[in-house]
């Protein structure tokens, strides 16, 4: 028998390997484009980024070994440029000498893989300008870095490979960007848990352009502009394009071979395609999924290789070995983060209108009283009727790959969350809990359908009319000091049995705390005491905040510190916290207990688990009069210093940035006003003070985009959207607007006096650093949603003003 393959690497490669080792006569040929035959591709990344120094360990074979030990007939540098299937032959362009010649087969498979997505964008042609397939690219790119020496790279898209290149490009020594095309990065995973993603991201100084679309591209002097369509233009050394990729399928469609509706070759379930002689299989494929019960395009090697091991068996047997589909499991790297997904998203399961419910749980690594224990995040998909699992998301630092298997073979089973609940695993203080975080996840799901619980969801709060609501924070005073959701009240767990008086039975009781445990007990209290209409948010404070916080926008700049600063001196005591696997507020009780006992001078250096630490400890200081020496994370681990000072300089670093910072309202929507505004907020910064503008009302179109996404409104608020300016170069002027022409005449002096225009002032301002707010009361009263502000602005209330007019000594009123 004859057999033809196409495409080595993954597929073709594991294909060509089994056939030999099931027939040692068969006669097999492997015909590859390129000049490697079998390399890892996914180690790509990280030969740039240095992980892996030695090139040559990429290379599973190369074409000698391969060629000697499987004895297969491998042509490197050969393209094949045509399928002939009524006659069996395929034909091949020889790329090192040109020669053109035909091959006939008895069998063929097809492993074409997958090609980058290159979209015909002005500029993006440029020498500076990379996409990541192949050894080649590879090294075009790891060349580009060693002789060019860039500082800065953008990477146009946060999937997988983009976020594995961020990684990698930062190891490098590079400051990079990401832009994305939707609201987040990992498409895969739902929004709040590529929100844990875009948090970590900001921690390692990668800025995150989101929701954003690319229109072009412009290179001088090595120096690359991407021009955005909603936001100002960004420049970079070095930009990556790792938009996604799509089924090469050119050479199956010209040869007839059937497509699905996603683009990629159909195949049966033995792998083979409309014809019985071909075979194909990897990233060229729509592969079947029996999560959402049909096809999809799921480019993993995983799966390519099972498939190639199954298509070599089938040819030798005349198909005896079915595929059993592909459920899309995969992981991924990111900085200190693992990633993981299985099974059907949220966004998958809405858009196939298939019902299902979702449940978010936070636990530990290992047992929190084992040393390094680190966060974990789980969100599972399940059916309400039967509690079929359809999907699982675990993101942390530790032990994710082991759970997300768990999660993977129950759903490739078909099985459910009692499934969960009882599934058995290996248990020592070191490498988990006595009930894991997979149990947990069940055990929460069973009480969500045995109507033990009732859940709301983050953006389902977010959406919710507050007036019918109570909102209650059921942690400690000092947690819920340290933030919390805007409205709520606190009532610890362990008060709520004699607070019952404060609770309506006339509202909706919205019950939280930092991940749903503490939130859940109180709701089976409330529920057995008479309370009708009770909710706990899942996931609890922990998956709200990290959903609603605002991650879009350049990176905060490191903390540089004085290295006489960070270092103790010998006559200096430092008391070290091991305060990991601790949720908020725990690890500010410890700080708080050990600077109690410490003198001045002396220092605390701690070290964190809980992610959200960071915030919690910049408020502490604040409020105690501390002195944050340094703070760093890596590997999961934050670690902090602080400074205990004397009573002198403490007073000092409480009001230190209150003594001359400028505070604006603007509650005008005139242009004249708008402009005074700014003009103003420009003189203060250019002066070296800090300003703040915070706009109500009318002055909240001052900030609206230009081009604003589609956002869901009732009516009023359309009506609302249909009377005001859509954005600043809408506005009139409060004086002498002539029926709206006062404005554009107003535009057009200021112009020819070459006096910078109102949106010209925006962004001066915004570059230096003003703090936009918007104010979240008016922004529900005039039906305006956030993504219809500008970027980088802050929506706030009435105290985040207030917070700002304490550290100024000039308030306007505009």
């Not at 400051?175 to 844990?196: C, G, H, K, L, T």
């Not at 591209?217 to 991407?226: A, H, I, L």
């Not at 789980?378 to 699992?389: Q, R, T, Y």
């Not at 948010?537 to 905060?556: I, V």
Request: aromatic share 6%; hydrophobic share 40%.
């Amino acid at each position: 028998m004859k057999i033809l393959i196409i495409g080595g690497v993954a597929g073709g490669a594991t294909a060509a390997a089994r056939l030999r080792r099931m027939d040692e006569t068969a006669e097999i040929i492997l015909f590859e484009r390129g000049e490697y035959v079998s390399y890892a591709n996914c180690g790509l990344p990280y030969h740039i980024g240095g992980a892996i120094s030695e090139r040559d360990r990429l290379f599973v074979q190369t074409v000698d070994s391969f060629t000697n030990r499987f004895n297969i007939d491998i042509r490197i540098k050969s393209d094949v440029t045509r399928i002939n299937p009524e006659e069996k032959y395929i034909e091949v362009h020889n790329l090192n000498t040109s020669e053109k010649y035909v091959e006939k087969y008895d069998k063929l498979i097809v492993s074409t893989g997958a090609e980058p997505i290159r979209p015909p964008l002005p500029g993006i042609d440029s020498s500076n300008i990379f996409s990541l397939r192949n050894v080649p690219d590879m090294d075009r790119i790891k060349r580009y870095i060693e002789l060019n020496n860039p500082k800065t790279a953008i990477v146009i898209g946060g999937g997988f490979i983009g976020l594995e290149m961020v990684e990698n490009l930062k190891d490098a020594g590079l400051n990079v960007s990401v832009i994305e095309r939707s609201n987040q990065v990992m498409a895969p995973i739902d929004f709040p848990m590529a929100a844990i993603i875009h948090q970590h991201l900001k921690q390692k100084g990668v800025s995150l352009y989101l929701g954003e679309e690319v229109e072009g591209f412009s290179t001088q002097n090595s120096r690359t502009e991407v021009l955005l369509k909603n936001r100002n233009n960004i420049s970079a050394d070095l930009v990556i394009l790792s938009i996604g990729v799509r089924p090469e399928v050119k050479l199956a469609k010209e040869a007839g071979l059937t497509l699905g509706s996603l683009g990629g070759i159909r195949v049966n379930d033995y792998m083979q395609t409309s014809d019985e002689s071909i075979y194909a299989l990897g990233d060229a494929i729509e592969v079947f999924n029996p999560v959402i019960n049909s096809y999809s395009l799921i480019p993993l090697a995983g799966p390519a290789n099972k498939q190639a091991r199954i298509v070599a068996d089938n040819i030798l047997t005349d198909n005896k070995h079915k595929y059993a589909g592909t459920i899309g499991t995969s992981i991924a790297k990111v900085f200190d983060l693992t990633v993981a997904a299985t099974g059907a998203s949220s966004k998958l399961l809405d858009r196939l209108n298939i019902t299902h419910t979702t449940s978010y749980t936070h636990g530990s690594s290992h047992a929190n009283y084992y040393p390094g224990a680190l966060p974990l995040s789980i969100k599972i998909n399940f059916s309400p009727e039967d509690g079929k699992l359809l999907g699982a998301q675990v993101v942390g630092f530790d032990g994710v790959d082991k759970r997300i298997d768990l999660f993977a073979q129950i759903i490739k089973k078909g099985g459910n969350i009692y499934d969960l609940e009882e599934i058995e695993h290996a248990y020592a203080p070191p490498y988990s809990s006595a009930k894991d975080p997979v149990n947990m996840a069940g055990f929460v799901a069973d009480n969500i359908l045995s109507n033990k619980v009732n859940i709301i969801h983050w953006d389902e709060l977010g959406k919710s009319d507050r007036s019918g609501l109570m909102i209650i924070d059921v942690r400690t005073k000092e947690e819920h000091e340290l933030g919390n959701i805007q409205g709520s009240i606190n009532i610890p767990l362990d008060e709520i049995r004699n607070r019952f008086s404060e609770i309506p039975n006339n509202k909706k009781i919205i019950l939280y705390c930092a991940v749903g445990l503490r939130g859940y007990i109180a709701s089976r209290i409330l529920m057995q005491n008479g309370c009708k209409d009770v909710f706990n948010l899942s996931g609890g404070y922990k998956t709200y905040s990290t959903s609603t916080e605002d991650y879009s926008g350049a990176a905060n700049a490191n903390q540089e510190k004085d290295d006489k600063e960070t270092k103790a001196t010998k006559n200096m005591k430092t008391i070290k916290i091991d305060a990991c696997g601790l949720q908020c507020p725990g690890p500010i009780m410890q700080l708080k207990k050990n600077y109690d006992t410490i003198a001045e001078g002396d220092r605390l250096e701690i070290k964190v688990t809980d992610q959200a630490f960071g915030e919690d400890l910049n408020g502490w200081t604040r409020m105690v009069g501390a002195k944050l020496l340094n703070m760093d994370s890596s590997r999961g681990v934050i670690t902090a210093v602080i400074e205990k000072q004397p009573s002198d300089k403490k007073a000092s670093l409480q009001s230190e940035e209150r003594k001359d910072n400028k505070t604006l309202v603007v509650f005008s929507d005139d242009l004249d006003k708008a402009l005074a505004s700014f003009v103003i907020a420009n003189g203060a910064l250019a002066a070296g003070k800090k300003v703040s503008m915070f706009f109500t009302f009318w002055g909240l179109s001052i900030i609206k985009k230009p081009q604003k996404p589609s956002v869901k409104k009732d009516f009023m608020s359309k009506m609302f959207g249909f009377m005001l300016p859509s954005n600043s170069k809408k506005l009139g002027l409060s004086k002498m607007n002539m029926g709206g022409m006062g404005g554009m005449m107003m535009r057009s002096i200021m112009k020819n006096k070459n006096i910078d225009s109102l949106e010209v002032l925006m962004k001066q301002a915004i570059d230096n650093g003003v703090e936009i707010i918007a104010c979240s009361m008016s922004m529900d009263v005039m039906g305006i949603k956030k993504e219809e502000l500008m970027d980088n602005v802050v929506v706030g209330g009435v105290a985040a003003y207030l917070d700002r007019t304490d550290s100024a000594n000039a308030n306007l009123f505009i």
